[in-house]
């Protein structure tokens, strides 16, 4: 396995909203990687894409990240060199920047969601089948909270529990719910909800995150389980149990989650832009480079499918001007889902063809099959900042790209 | 200290490059940071005695 410790799962890191940190990250690997801050909307040279951002920090190197996190909210980390291999080795852990006033929870607890491709004996199978990446992509065979089946954690009884759900997975979109009892979401990928939303039948993609209020049963006789509910059926994740006399809590006591500081969109002004996923048009494997290729092109966005991660220089996919807004339109031409992942700026889901979206603020929109979304965005920062599809198998056959801000 | 643009990347050769890196390593030098990141690789029985296949 591949870890971002050398002795045990990757470590949740805790920074503060506003406050900056450094990070220095040593490659102990036998090649080369890269750490993208996922959701962060940091400086372009800290955002960890290789060549696009920064070179790859080369097997026994150290490269210091350091940067000012200007939201709150629960993220993820994740090498963006030989991405679907070093993820699928164990390289994802949750990164949670904490809110400058504690809402009032009596505890925290940071849930990294994920599969492992094993076969039978317990060992690593092949990562990914190359029908499958030309289609919805491959499946892990075992799924796992914080690198565990099925792990059961004791709670306070009675107290007010925020978990921190990330899907760090390479491939699986599903439904989750709290089952057993009261719970509410809070925020989506890191931005507070306006309103709470049942936490039922909650869809989440790969790199999408959910913060959920849970207020612990009184009784320990009582269970809470996480679920996902599947094709074939609903799956136990994690088990919670009350312990001790009850702490009595009431979800009313939280104190709302503050809005993250993400600039408003001026709609009648904004300029669209469209963007089509669908196949490639053409059948070139992507040319192989130190961060790796699956050797395949399958995808595309605007009929371009992204040649690998190399030094280029290529063209972005468009050029937006500094500070101006966009709506991006966002056309899914596929029988398949593709979450997109935009880098560096958060955006604001306006509708779409297929279904009532809320007014959410993400950095990664779920594109159902076949379906058109609108999203609209001020263009705050500045830099070079990847646009892709976050099933790392389309992202790694061609459907990646990236958006220039500013000359 | 300031990174080089994605373009003197690109256009600025080795020398731009060894400059950047030494900058950075001289910079980890300098001061602890506040985290640290060792991307390794781990034995195949970190995983609990419950994994299995599901």
New interface residues.
Partial sequence: MMSFSPDGPPPVLRFKQGVKTTIDVTNALQEASVVHWHGLRIANRMDGVPYLTQYPIEAGQTFRYAFTPPDAGTFWYHPHCNTLEQMAWGLTGVLVVEEAQDPGFDRDLPLNIRDFRLGGDGQFIDFFKPRNAARGGTYGTVSSVNWQVDPVYDLEAGSLVRLRLAVTDVTRVGAYEIAGAEAQVIALDSNPLPVPLPASGLILAPGQRADIALRVPDDESEEVRLVLNRPNGAKTMARFRPKGSSLHRDLRELKPLPPNPVAEPDLENAEILDFVFGWSPEGDAPQSSQCGSLGYTFWSINRVAWPGDLPGPFDPLARLKLGKSYILRLRNETPNDHPIHLHGVSFKLLRSNKRELPPLVTDTALLRSQETMEVALVADNPGDWAFHCHVIEHQKTGLAGFLRIGD | M??P???E??LGGAAS?AAF?AG??A??QA?A????????????R???E?????
Wanted: aromatic share 6%; hydrophobic share 45%.
């Fill in positions: 300031p990174g643009s994605r373009r990347f690109l490059l890196a950075s390593f910079a980890g001061q940071a506040d985290h640290a990141l060792t991307l390794a690789g781990l034995d195949h970190i995983l609990p419950t994994l299995t296949r599901g």
